[in-house]
């Protein structure tokens, strides 16, 4: 099976609701082969900036889940036994990422829709050289789409 290109998500929360409206969709996404989540963490950062990782029955079905997100931002294949993220100097920019007094889903998700069209580009011997996911405000200020459209 060919991979798909990888994204790691960070999506902020003042506090999560986890009513399963995202997993519905994830799964949806999943079910047409669109998107694939490889891995997902949830964390919770403190008033005083401590990150905890959150533990939630609906977010994950594997034990392991979190393993391949921690390798990739310094947390390890397991994390520490308590809980607690690294200090900020052994962390990814997740500090920086997530306000205090916040939570954050980070996913990694492959984009199986892509495999095709990437797959062209490199034939035609592209590679790609920048990516970024606009911001809705700034979807707004281009005049694409009304604010109200963003909520």
């Given at each position: ?83 607690e993220l690294p200090a ?64």
């Amino acid at each position: 099976m060919s991979l798909g290109p990888v994204q790691l998500l960070v999506i902020g929360f003042d506090w999560p609701d986890f009513s399963g409206e995202v997993l519905a969709e994830l799964e949806r996404l999943r079910e047409n082969d669109v998107v694939r989540v490889i891995d997902l963490l949830v964390v919770q950062k403190d008033a005083d900036g401590v990150v905890r990782r959150l533990h939630h029955s609906d977010l994950a079905e594997a034990e392991d889940a979190g393993a391949v997100l921690g390798a990739l931002i310094g947390l390890g294949a397991t994390g520490p036994e308590d809980g607690e993220l690294p200090a900020e100097d052994e962390f990814w920019s997740l500090d920086e990422a997530i306000p205090n007094d916040s939570a954050a889903a980070i996913a990694l998700v492959e984009h199986r829709w892509a495999i095709g069209t990437r797959d062209a580009i490199g034939a035609a011997g592209g590679v790609a050289v920048a990516e970024a996911w606009i911001h809705p405000a700034d979807l707004v200020a281009a005049g694409l789409v009304d604010a109200e459209d963003t909520a």
